[in-house]
């Protein structure tokens, strides 16, 4: 199949799931807000951010696999040795940040006044079922290393079907019957061990016998971990980045202002992310375009899907200005929660205009492997973010985090653009 046909064939998996779970996250979102009340809510946002944001904790391998399976010409036994030391890596890192998220669950509640909204059994009960999903979440990434290698993206997203649908659909249905934070979780859980399961059905058809099993090669573990240092620096302050605000709020704040700033923020990372679905189609595809004889067709690629991101971008912005105060009030019906969300909302749609051009750079410099450099401008917007949050959070609130988070944004993007260019062109002159 033709380049063309194989971006497209995937990126109509990637953002078919994608819309999917936005479908089903529009509609489970006010359910769940009004069966927990907008400062439960919060919490539960809280609470639930501590996954997505310790699952990069895997010392940027998930690229380094992805890479390493994508490189042409890769022999069997190293393919089989990629596999087998990603896989114990994996486990052992997710054992170790499983130990951590229990020891914090246990710990954090005494010190901080917003767990007191939840009773002590149940803070005691998500001590128990957060590390599990994080453990299983953690796995489950390095299972999904295999189908993006191999550019199987209708099995690579199973989990945000699966997953997606226990997140939202199911979650809210259960909301319904009950307002424990402990039963909620104990259902997303499910939905990842049934990930999990099928998962590994498809990869042991591709590794049968003990080539399934994780090993250590010694110098297959220390490449993968020499380049996904770099890269995991990078992941790492992406996420922190992306959820350190709601600890800030949830800090010095009262709980309807994480909901407040959680809904517009979620919306617009939704937004960004449609963007990052096709980046993730694109990068094992970029990666074997960096050819003297082919590198024309990914520089064409590269022009074309930055011009329809910005198109996209500005689609965006217009509509968040023109009917966001609107949309909030008929899909949540939550005045108070509304008046607070859409000046939110209208700040980060700039934010969303910028980073949705940051991914497809970001990818091709990985396949260049110049991973430290979205890692630099990665751990430079943190830490940017991160002071004017300190500074303007217990002053403005929620919306002080998103006037923090945007100005982090003008400062940080044009320069890692104008850095991606200049690398571009020199490895271009290099080919000549």
Do not use: C
């Amino acid at each position: 199949m033709g380049i063309k046909k194989t971006l497209i064939k995937n990126s109509f998996f990637n953002l078919g799931s994608y819309a999917y779970l936005l479908l089903a996250a529009f509609f489970s979102i006010p359910i769940i807000l009004r069966s927990l009340g907008a400062d439960v809510f919060g919490l539960y946002i809280l609470v639930a951010s501590i996954i997505p944001l310790v699952s990069v904790l895997d010392l940027g391998l998930s690229n380094a696999v992805v890479r390493e399976m994508s490189l042409p010409e890769i022999k069997k036994q190293d393919y089989i040795d990629v596999w087998r030391s990603s896989f114990m890596l994996y486990l052992l890192s997710g054992f170790l940040i499983a130990l951590g998220v229990f020891v914090f669950l246990s710990l954090i509640p005494s010190y901080w006044s917003i767990f007191r909204l939840i009773d002590p059994k149940t803070l005691t009960y998500l001590s128990f079922i957060i590390p599990l999903t994080v453990l299983f979440n953690h796995v489950n990434t390095h299972l999904l290393n295999l189908p993006q290698a191999r550019q199987r993206f209708e099995i690579y997203n199973l989990k945000t079907i699966i997953v997606g649908t226990g997140n939202t659909i199911i979650t809210a249905l259960v909301s319904l019957w009950t307002r424990n934070l402990g039963d909620l979780f104990l259902v997303q859980l499910i939905f990842h061990l049934t990930t999990f399961m099928l998962l590994v059905f498809y990869a042991k058809g591709i590794f049968p016998g003990w080539e399934f099993f994780p090993g250590l090669t010694g110098k297959t573990v220390s490449r993968l971990v020499r380049f996904g240092l770099k890269n995991f620096v990078g992941s790492f302050a992406n996420q922190i980045e992306a959820q350190m605000s709601k600890y800030v709020i949830g800090a010095s704040a009262p709980a309807l202002a994480i909901t407040a700033f959680s809904i517009p923020q979620n919306i617009i990372l939704k937004g960004a992310g449609v963007v990052s679905q096709v980046a993730t189609v694109i990068f094992p595809t970029s990666t074997s375009l960096l050819t003297k004889e082919r590198l024309p067709k990914l520089k064409k690629l590269i022009w074309v899907v930055e011009g329809l991101t910005l198109v996209f971008g500005l689609v965006g912005v217009i509509g968040i200005y023109a009917f966001g105060n609107q949309f909030l009030l008929w899909w949540l019906k939550e005045e108070e929660v509304v008046r607070l969300a859409v000046p939110i909302l209208k700040t980060l749609s700039f934010y969303f205009l910028l980073t949705s051009l940051t991914p497809i750079p970001g990818v091709i410099l990985i396949g260049l492997n110049y991973p430290q450099i979205p890692s630099f401008f990665s751990v430079l917007t943190t830490v940017i973010e991160i002071v004017l949050l300190f500074y303007l959070v217990p002053t403005y609130h929620a919306a002080g985090a998103a006037t923090a988070i945007l100005v982090t944004t003008l400062i940080t993007v044009p320069l890692f653009l104008l850095v991606f260019i200049k690398r571009f062109r020199s490895y271009e002159k290099s080919l000549l």
